[in-house]
């Protein structure tokens, strides 16, 4: 037999199934979307079947035939694209919740850092952040806002294959599609851990009937800072010492621009390795990925291997299936911080460092100022240390699935994770920590145990009568958290050249100067489970779950266990008589679903009351350690609870030229957890955690795909989204548990200026700055406050108290957007993904200290030079006010990757595929700082902290080719 296959606009197809149907022959159509395939002898009644992502299955009977050309026709709204949804799949036309689907060809092009930048500006509601630029920093993710104040779970759930990870568990080459349960119908299924949404990765599986093939993708990047700061030079040291505005005991006669000292052009390159193959019975995939991660500062890196193979076994008429999953992932990055990364500390000291100073002194060593406060030579701190991390990951997951009876599926899948974590730190003699502290030599050691059991058996019955098509989903699950870890320092050493190889050599440790200690805590989840999805003539759908649950964190209380329940329904308007004879819409779907999920406290037996153990007392003519109450016992401590609305609409115009999705949502988390100060006596401890208070999060979500052209030759899709988010704390306070005040303060400055950031008040939500409102600057360059009355107060009249504090901005973004592009011309493609946020503030840390001129120990920033307010020249000590607040609105061309697929005529390769890539390409901006991109997770968001690691600009050049 031999054919072509083809899209109802005539292109070929690359890479679509074509299988004897019922047998285990089968192949992949080839550049020219052609195939070749042998009938088995003796098949009868062969019928040919073909498939390819996004389109509709055919199947021909063959006959007497020799050649079929197939037409493959693409599926509308993608109505038949299977969707995970936990503990099984769903049909996309199916769904009653709020459901984000996104394909491995969706994904954002690069050297991401993890899989969560895979969806970076694609998910209406999912907000992905990469605030720094270090290796072996992440993905900041949050769904749909903060939702916690002392819960366990403060980010989405990630599921791997069925089982719970996190965004680095495998290698983003190796993923095949993320779906994302937004809503609480959809995620209450996995009940306490799915309370901040649940985010399921799916990697590459073996298929049945695999070609075996060899794939392999390689790329190689090199980075730049994606904004400098623009700070005084030597010349500029010289310039203000001959105007007389600095002392000519600043001139050290050097020139040296230490932020390029301590940094360097870094090169990464990224390698993954496919094997497929098999047979209808028996098929596997095994890969191997190789990540090394250079930073732009010297000792910044990040080297993971990981190798994973998947078999899949069928037997008894495919009535059993048994698949076997093993992972191993090897990780190291070099430390220049203890119990860290690279040390942030060291990029404030090459920002602050005096531009004229030298290196080295005229000895050769170092050259060091340790009479000036918190001042260190950063090559110093970079040269003089050693350190290194080691990461060990295994993961072994069994599924075995038994099909008893047609319609009925069982399923048990076993799982075990493990990770090591090694790690160890040295200074030596040459480092500050010796030339000031006289520490005379450091070192630190420190290893974790990380251990994760999973057992979740499943039973599915599925049925069709009728018009009525129904599935009943039961299970249990356990799961079982060990962690154990401990950590030794020492230091006062007498030689440097064993690092922190023979700790028992300094001499601190046992004069009981340096810290040493351990610690072990395991935890437990138990949870029976239960959903009915339900469809009548495919316009009234339904799904409803419930799941019952005891965490181990809540051991002792009255209500260890909690109850979760979820429904969602659908009605496919479309499919109703009345509209049978409208031309407009190919589907139409309006949902609304509401769910409950749990959030247990984040450290146990809190429900009790607790001893713990302090500092040392001298009693009887020794020193003993002292033994108190740290916790008052609570045995009405309970879960805390999200309740969540949603309300979507799903539609298709023109044959799915014209696609997308609209939710809103109200989530109300009740029993929000809070430490209340209560008396003691009568109380054991100051202090007690309650389930008091409410917290409300609403927004509204848009997804609109356009494909305004698709032929042969070219086609363009084109995506837009919006979100919106605002969050308010509702209360903190019933008739038991009271605070003292309508506020809380959080976040802070760091030294020197020694203030609170943010304010959290009661009927309000997070994020909001809180400081001092400058509104002009006087003669003298002194600061000029408006007061809360609103009137102008002078700088020597002002209070400076808390109550002159107002709110300054809130750092939190009310409104997300993103625009993503996708164009194919003949065998060239380019995708552009853009995105934004806007409506927030940002509190701008370098600006607030480096941008005071009253600051002469330390090297400023250009702009320290300029008239504030175009008046006169600053003359006020460093402060924390709303000048250094900002608009933080951004757009951003992050990723734009062209590529161009080959029609390969050299022997045994089948595809090839070469690419260009940039990620965080353009930032437009009215924000001074560095990137608008800066932190929001948390009860203080949106400082642009003086220690971050700079983002950077990738570019990218990589090649994917199969054999």
Same mark, same amino acid.
């Given at each position: 037999?031999?054919?072509?296959?083809?899209?109802?606009?005539?292109?070929?197809?690359?890479?679509?199934?074509?299988?004897?149907?019922?047998?285990?022959?089968?192949?992949?159509?080839?550049?020219?979307?052609?195939?070749?395939?042998?009938?088995?002898?003796?098949?009868?009644?062969?019928?040919?079947?073909?498939?390819?992502?996004?389109?509709?299955?055919?199947?021909?009977?063959?006959?007497?035939?020799?050649?079929?050309?197939?037409?493959?026709?693409?599926?509308?709204?993608?109505?038949?694209?299977?969707?995970?949804?936990?503990?099984?799949?769903?049909?996309?036309?199916?769904?009653?919740?709020?459901?984000?689907?996104?394909?491995?060809?969706?994904?954002?092009?690069?050297?991401?850092?993890?899989?969560?930048?895979?969806?970076?500006?694609?998910?209406?509601?999912?907000?992905?952040?990469?605030? #720094?630029?270090?290796?072996?920093?992440?993905?900041?993710?949050?769904?749909?806002?903060?939702?916690?104040?002392?819960?366990?779970?403060?980010?989405?759930?990630?599921?791997?294959?069925?089982?719970?990870?996190?965004?680095?568990?495998?290698?983003?080459?190796?993923?095949?599609?993320?779906?994302? %349960?937004?809503?609480?119908?959809?995620?209450?299924?996995?009940?306490?851990?799915?309370?901040?949404?649940?985010?399921?990765?799916?990697?590459?599986?073996?298929?049945?009937?695999?070609?075996?093939?060899?794939?392999?993708?390689?790329?190689?990047?090199?980075?730049?800072?994606?904004?400098?700061?623009?700070?005084?030079?030597?010349?500029?040291?010289?310039?203000?010492?001959?105007?007389?505005?600095?002392?000519?005991?600043?001139?050290?006669?050097?020139?040296?621009?230490?932020?390029?000292?301590?940094?360097?052009?870094?090169?990464?390159?990224?390698?993954?390795?496919?094997?497929?193959?098999? #047979?209808?019975?028996?098929?596997?995939?095994?890969?191997?990925?190789?990540?090394?991660?250079?930073?732009?500062?010297?000792?910044?890196?990040?080297?993971?291997?990981?190798?994973?193979?998947?078999?899949?076994? #069928?037997?008894?008429?495919?009535?059993?299936?048994?698949?076997?999953?093993?992972?191993?992932?090897?990780?190291?990055?070099?430390?220049?911080?203890?119990?860290?990364?690279?040390?942030?500390?060291?990029?404030?000291?090459?920002?602050?460092?005096?531009?004229?100073?030298?290196?080295?002194?005229?000895?050769?060593?170092?050259?060091?100022?340790?009479?000036?406060?918190?001042?260190?030579?950063?090559?110093?701190?970079?040269?003089?240390?050693?350190?290194?991390?080691?990461?060990?990951?295994?993961?072994?997951?069994?599924?075995?699935?038994?099909?008893?009876?047609?319609?009925?599926?069982?399923?048990?899948?076993?799982?075990?994770?493990?990770?090591?974590?090694?790690?160890?730190?040295?200074?030596?003699?040459?480092?500050?920590?010796?030339?000031?502290?006289?520490?005379?030599?450091?070192?630190?050691?420190?290893?974790?145990?990380?251990?994760?059991?999973?057992?979740?058996?499943?039973?599915?019955?599925?049925?069709?009568?009728?018009?009525?098509?129904?599935?009943?989903?039961?299970?249990?699950?356990?799961?079982?958290?060990?962690?154990?870890?401990?950590?030794?320092?020492?230091?006062?050493?007498?030689?440097?050249?064993?690092?922190?190889?023979?700790?028992?050599?300094?001499?601190?440790?046992?004069?009981?100067?340096?810290?040493?200690?351990?610690?072990?805590?395991?935890?437990?989840?138990?949870?029976?489970?239960?959903?009915?999805?339900?469809?009548?003539?495919?316009?009234?759908?339904?799904?409803?779950?419930?799941?019952?649950?005891?965490?181990?964190?809540?051991?002792?209380?009255?209500?260890?266990?909690?109850?979760?329940?979820?429904? #969602?329904?659908?009605?496919?308007?479309?499919?109703?008589?009345?509209?049978?004879?409208?031309?407009?819409?190919?589907?139409?779907?309006?949902?609304?679903?509401?769910?409950?999920?749990?959030?247990?406290?984040?450290?146990?037996?809190?429900?009790?009351?607790? %001893?713990?153990?302090?500092?040392?007392?001298?009693?009887?003519?020794?020193?003993?350690?002292?033994?108190?109450?740290?916790?008052?016992?609570?045995?009405?401590?309970?879960?805390?609870?999200?309740?969540?609305?949603?309300?979507?609409?799903?539609?298709?115009?023109?044959?799915?030229?014209?696609?997308?999705?609209?939710?809103? &949502?109200?989530?109300?988390?009740?029993?929000?957890?809070?430490?209340?100060?209560?008396?003691?006596?009568?109380?054991?401890?100051?202090?007690?955690?309650?389930?008091?208070?409410?917290?409300?999060?609403?927004?509204?979500?848009?997804?609109?795909?356009?494909?305004?052209?698709?032929?042969?030759?070219?086609?363009?899709?084109?995506?837009?989204?919006?979100?919106?988010?605002?969050?308010?704390?509702?209360?903190?306070?019933?008739?038991?548990?009271?605070?003292?005040?309508?506020?809380?303060?959080?976040?802070?400055?760091?030294?020197?200026?020694?203030?609170?950031?943010?304010?959290?008040?009661?009927?309000?939500?997070?994020?909001?700055?809180?400081?001092?409102?400058?509104?002009?600057?006087?003669?003298?360059?002194?600061?000029?406050?408006?007061?809360?009355?609103?009137?102008?107060?002078?700088?020597?009249?002002?209070?400076?108290?808390?109550?002159?504090?107002?709110?300054?901005?809130?750092?939190?973004?009310?409104? &997300?957007?993103?625009?993503?592009?996708?164009?194919?011309?003949?065998?060239?493609?380019?995708?552009?993904?853009?995105?934004?946020?806007?409506? &927030?503030?940002?509190?701008?840390?370098?600006?607030?200290?480096?941008?005071?001129?009253?600051?002469?120990?330390?090297?400023?920033?250009?702009?320290?030079?300029?008239?504030?307010?175009?008046?006169?020249?600053?003359?006020?000590?460093?402060?924390?006010?709303?000048?250094?607040?900002?608009?933080?609105?951004?757009?951003?061309?992050?990723?734009?990757?062209?590529?161009?697929?080959?029609?390969?005529?050299?022997?045994?390769?089948?595809?090839?595929?070469?690419?260009?890539?940039?990620?965080?390409?353009?930032?437009?901006?009215?924000?001074?700082?560095?990137?608008?991109?800066?932190?929001?997770?948390?009860?203080?968001?949106?400082?642009?902290?003086?220690?971050?690691?700079?983002?950077?600009?990738?570019?990218?050049?990589?090649?994917?080719?199969?054999?």
């Amino acid at each position: 037999m031999r054919g072509k296959i083809t899209d109802d606009a005539g292109t070929a197809l690359v890479g679509a199934s074509v299988v004897i149907k019922g047998t285990s022959q089968g192949e992949l159509t080839n550049k020219n979307g052609e195939y070749t395939i042998t009938i088995p002898s003796g098949t009868t009644d062969p019928t040919l079947s073909i498939s390819f992502i996004g389109y509709m299955r055919r199947e021909i009977p063959i006959g007497n035939q020799t050649t079929i050309n197939v037409t493959l026709e693409t599926d509308n709204a993608m109505l038949s694209e299977v969707v995970v949804v936990g503990y099984g799949t769903q049909r996309a036309g199916d769904i009653t919740s709020s459901v984000a689907s996104v394909k491995a060809e969706n994904f954002v092009k690069g050297p991401v850092r993890d899989a969560g930048q895979l969806l970076q500006g694609k998910v209406a509601g999912l907000t992905i952040g990469t605030p #720094s630029g270090n290796p072996t920093s992440g993905s900041q993710i949050v769904l749909r806002g903060n939702t916690t104040l002392f819960g366990a779970n403060t980010d989405p759930l990630i599921i791997i294959d069925g089982v719970p990870g996190n965004l680095n568990t495998v290698a983003p080459e190796d993923i095949e599609s993320i779906d994302v %349960l937004k809503d609480g119908s959809a995620a209450a299924i996995y009940g306490v851990r799915g309370t901040n949404g649940v985010v399921i990765i799916t990697t590459k599986r073996p298929k049945a009937a695999e070609t075996n093939v060899v794939e392999y993708s390689g790329n190689v990047s090199i980075q730049s800072v994606a904004r400098k700061l623009d700070l005084l030079t030597a010349q500029d040291y010289r310039s203000q010492i001959a105007a007389g505005t600095r002392d000519a005991s600043w001139d050290l006669g050097g020139d040296t621009d230490w932020l390029r000292e301590i940094s360097r052009t870094p090169v990464t390159n990224i390698h993954n390795l496919t094997f497929r193959g098999g #047979s209808s019975t028996t098929n596997y995939i095994a890969s191997v990925n190789y990540r090394y991660l250079e930073g732009i500062f010297k000792k910044s890196d990040n080297r993971t291997f990981t190798g994973r193979i998947d078999v899949n076994h #069928s037997m008894f008429n495919k009535k059993l299936v048994l698949n076997l999953s093993l992972l191993s992932q090897l990780n190291r990055f070099t430390q220049t911080a203890d119990g860290g990364t690279f040390n942030g500390y060291t990029y404030r000291q090459a920002v602050i460092r005096n531009p004229t100073s030298p290196v080295y002194d005229q000895n050769g060593n170092w050259f060091e100022q340790p009479g000036n406060f918190n001042y260190e030579n950063p090559l110093a701190r970079l040269y003089e240390t050693d350190g290194l991390t080691r990461n060990a990951d295994a993961r072994l997951i069994a599924n075995i699935t038994y099909n008893p009876i047609k319609d009925l599926r069982l399923n048990a899948l076993v799982s075990y994770s493990r990770n090591n974590n090694n790690a160890g730190y040295a200074e030596t003699k040459r480092h500050i920590s010796t030339v000031r502290d006289n520490r005379n030599g450091y070192a630190a050691i420190g290893s974790s145990l990380n251990i994760t059991r999973l057992l979740e058996t499943t039973a599915e019955y599925s049925k069709q009568i009728g018009l009525n098509r129904f599935t009943l989903l039961g299970g249990y699950g356990y799961q079982e958290n060990e962690f154990e870890s401990s950590f030794m320092q020492n230091f006062n050493f007498p030689t440097d050249i064993f690092s922190y190889h023979n700790m028992a050599l300094g001499k601190a440790l046992a004069e009981g100067k340096a810290n040493m200690g351990s610690s072990k805590n395991v935890t437990n989840l138990i949870s029976f489970f239960s959903r009915l999805s339900y469809s009548y003539d495919d316009r009234y759908l339904l799904m409803a779950s419930v799941r019952h649950e005891g965490a181990s964190q809540l051991y002792g209380a009255k209500r260890p266990w909690g109850t979760f329940m979820a429904g #969602s329904v659908g009605w496919r308007i479309t499919n109703e008589a009345f509209m049978k004879n409208q031309t407009i819409f190919d589907d139409l779907k309006l949902r609304a679903g509401y769910g409950v999920t749990g959030n247990p406290p984040s450290s146990s037996f809190l429900s009790q009351a607790l %001893l713990g153990y302090g500092g040392f007392i001298y009693s009887n003519g020794e020193w003993v350690r002292s033994l108190g109450p740290v916790t008052n016992p609570n045995p009405n401590l309970r879960w805390e609870e999200k309740h969540e609305t949603n309300i979507g609409l799903d539609f298709s115009l023109r044959k799915g030229r014209i696609s997308g999705q609209v939710d809103y &949502y109200v989530r109300r988390i009740k029993g929000l957890l809070y430490d209340y100060q209560v008396p003691s006596p009568p109380n054991l401890f100051t202090s007690t955690r309650a389930n008091v208070g409410v917290m409300e999060n609403k927004g509204l979500e848009v997804l609109v795909n356009f494909v305004p052209v698709k032929n042969k030759d070219f086609e363009w899709t084109t995506t837009f989204l919006f979100s919106t988010n605002g969050n308010k704390l509702v209360s903190l306070s019933n008739d038991l548990y009271q605070t003292t005040n309508d506020y809380f303060t959080t976040g802070g400055t760091g030294e020197p200026i020694q203030t609170f950031t943010n304010i959290v008040f009661i009927g309000k939500g997070i994020g909001d700055f809180y400081g001092f409102k400058v509104v002009d600057i006087d003669e003298s360059g002194k600061w000029i406050y408006e007061n809360k009355n609103g009137e102008r107060v002078g700088y020597n009249d002002f209070g400076h108290s808390f109550e002159d504090k107002r709110v300054l901005g809130n750092g939190l973004p009310k409104y &997300y957007g993103g625009w993503n592009n996708n164009l194919r011309y003949k065998n060239f493609d380019l995708s552009v993904t853009m995105r934004g946020a806007f409506a &927030y503030q940002i509190l701008n840390f370098q600006r607030m200290y480096l941008e005071n001129p009253t600051i002469v120990n330390y090297n400023r920033l250009k702009s320290s030079t300029e008239k504030v307010y175009g008046k006169a020249v600053l003359t006020a000590p460093l402060e924390y006010n709303s000048y250094y607040i900002e608009n933080g609105d951004f757009w951003k061309i992050d990723n734009i990757t062209a590529g161009y697929n080959f029609n390969p005529k050299i022997k045994n390769i089948q595809r090839a595929r070469v690419f260009l890539s940039t990620l965080n390409t353009l930032t437009i901006t009215g924000y001074k700082g560095i990137d608008p991109e800066v932190n929001r997770s948390g009860l203080s968001p949106g400082s642009d902290d003086r220690d971050k690691y700079p983002t950077t600009r990738t570019f990218t050049a990589g090649i994917n080719l199969t054999f």
